[in-house]
């Protein structure tokens, strides 16, 4: 009764990841029909290239400072949100309303808004003394991407972390109430350990969003100025599509599933370890 579920699971998954590990190992391109076999060069041009290191550097600093940004976030909204009594599923409705918009209209939202010309966030910002075209300096247009994407996704792990508040047994909160302690209290001691699964799946979501992130950078600046926004996914898709080396493009796409791989599996772990 599993086959056919199994036969779609080869066909649609494990067959494509074993058919880019092949031509890995070829120096795959449109214009050859019978591409050479190069064995391991393509991987030791990948890891040669500045340009690879530079692009994860640049996820790095996009998946810490913006994954920082929401968590904080989603978790001040959720905390909000529990103590709200009327209007609470309004509310989140309303709060939710990013989450329904694709990558491609949010990328194209915060273009217009910080458009110099028209933009009305632009216009705030020269009112406090910036002139400078946001997407057009290296030293904000990442910033500018990063915050497009914790606008968009922070009400996901608010959703996630206030069902985690929701489900959690309220009698240890009630008994620490009568004890005596504080708020911060029962967040360290009572709130967090109980809810700490919840968190850490909406975490492991927008880890695995992240890395292949691609949506929002390729409707506003393309990997510029300057690569300041070459992030690893656009910099793959570049190599793919720009420069059509599809050897070395599966060879940056393994990296990425393989790093996607080692997080998903830590933050198995980490739940694992927490429900023991």
Not at 47 to 51: G, L, S, T
Not at 59 to 64: E, L, S
Not at 89 to 105: D, G, R, Y
């Given at each position: 009764?599993?086959?056919?579920s199994?036969?779609?699971l080869?066909i649609i ?9 092949y ?10 029909d019978?591409p ?10 990948v ?5 690879f ?5 640049r ?6 400072s913006?994954l920082?940004l ?6 001040v909204?959720?905390?909000i949100?529990?103590q709200i009594t009327?209007f609470k ?17 949010a990328?194209l939202l915060?273009?217009?808004l910080?458009?110099?010309?028209y ?13 400078s075209?946001?997407?057009?300096n290296?030293?904000t ?5 990063i915050l ?6 922070t ?20 008994a620490s109430?009568?004890d005596?302690?504080?708020?911060f209290?029962?967040l360290?001691?009572i ?7 919840s ?5 492991m979501i927008r880890?695995m ?11 506003i600046?393309?990997?510029?100025p300057?690569?300041?926004t070459k992030?690893?996914?656009w910099?793959l898709y570049?190599v793919?599509?720009?420069f ?7 060879v940056?796409a393994i990296?990425?599933?393989f790093?996607?791989?080692i997080?998903g ?5 980490l ?6």
């Open positions: 009764m599993l086959l056919p199994m036969v779609v080869i998954s494990i067959f494509p990841i074993l058919y880019m590990l031509i890995s190992f070829f120096n795959y391109s449109i214009s050859f019978s050479p076999f190069y064995f391991f060069k393509n991987w030791g041009k890891f040669k290239n500045v340009d290191w530079k692009s994860w550097y996820t790095m600093i996009f998946y810490i913006g920082s929401e968590i904080i976030l989603g978790v909204f959720s905390l949100l529990f009327s599923n309004a509310i989140l409705t309303l709060l939710m309303l990013p989450v329904f918009v694709a990558p491609i209209v990328g915060g273009r217009y910080l458009n110099s010309t933009g009305f966030y632009a216009w705030l910002l020269q009112n406090m003394g910036y002139y075209e946001v997407f057009g290296p030293k247009a990442l910033l500018a991407i497009i994407d914790v606008w968009e996704w009400p996901l792990i608010t959703l996630i972390f206030f069902s985690g508040l929701q489900s959690m047994d309220t009698q240890p909160l009630e109430t009568i005596g302690a504080r708020y209290q029962k360290r001691y709130i967090f350990p109980l809810c700490s699964r968190l850490l799946v909406a975490i880890s969003d992240i890395i292949r992130y691609i949506d929002t950078i390729s409707i600046t393309k990997g510029g300057a690569d300041s992030i690893a996914g910099h570049e793919a599509f720009r059509q080396d599809f050897g070395q493009s599966a940056m990296v990425m599933l790093i996607t791989i997080l599996k830590l933050f198995v772990n739940m694992d370890k927490d429900e023991d």
